[in-house]
């Protein structure tokens, strides 16, 4: 039994739809957002995709990674169906791997307007390097927006051991 009335569920479509059809290409149409019932409350919400895909765009070649979505919502979140549509829709999208972490973010801010959002994709290699993009916000006059320079120059002082890749 559901705790959210039909007005706070206004606007989710996908979850429960077995119809749902699969994005061809970049498509930010399909993101839906919920009501967040405790705006109040400072937490994060995390997501992670481990098989991100999209296509180099001077090759055609797949890329493939893992996603790591970090966010503190304010009145809206994302509902995480529309999220993996959305991601998936990546697939045959041709865009370098920093263009598409921050094309994500960039939607998610827009969709949402977070206090806090960080996006990390960690690539496997092509041709011996990986390349791990890392971005984030926070909204601007707050303290989310100090926490975001913090937490962007000390991201990753201690960067794991990349033997699995």
């Not at 992670?48 to 893992?66: K, R």
């Not at 009145?75 to 045959?92: A, T």
């Not at 890392?134 to 962007?152: F, Q, S």
Request: one cysteine or more.
């Amino acid at each position: 039994m559901s705790t959210r009335t039909e007005n706070e569920l206004h606007g989710v479509t996908m979850l429960g739809n077995t119809q749902s059809k699969y994005p061809n290409d970049y498509a930010p149409e399909v993101l839906e957002t919920f009501i967040n019932k405790h705006p109040e409350n400072d937490y994060f919400v995390k997501f992670n995709c481990p098989e991100f895909t999209s296509l180099c765009p001077i090759t055609g070649q797949p890329d493939f990674a893992t996603i790591y979505i970090s966010y503190v919502p304010c009145h809206k979140m994302v509902e995480s169906k529309s999220l993996k549509l959305y991601l998936f829709s990546f697939r045959n999208h041709g865009d370098f791997h920093e263009d598409c972490m921050n094309i994500i973010m960039k939607d998610l801010i827009k969709l949402m307007g977070p206090k806090y959002i960080e996006v990390w994709g960690k690539f496997t290699p092509r041709g011996g390097i990986s390349i791990d993009p890392y971005c984030n916000y926070g909204k601007p006059e707050t303290k989310w927006e100090e926490i975001a320079y913090h937490r962007l120059t000390n991201h990753d002082l201690y960067p794991e051991k990349v033997d699995n890749r």
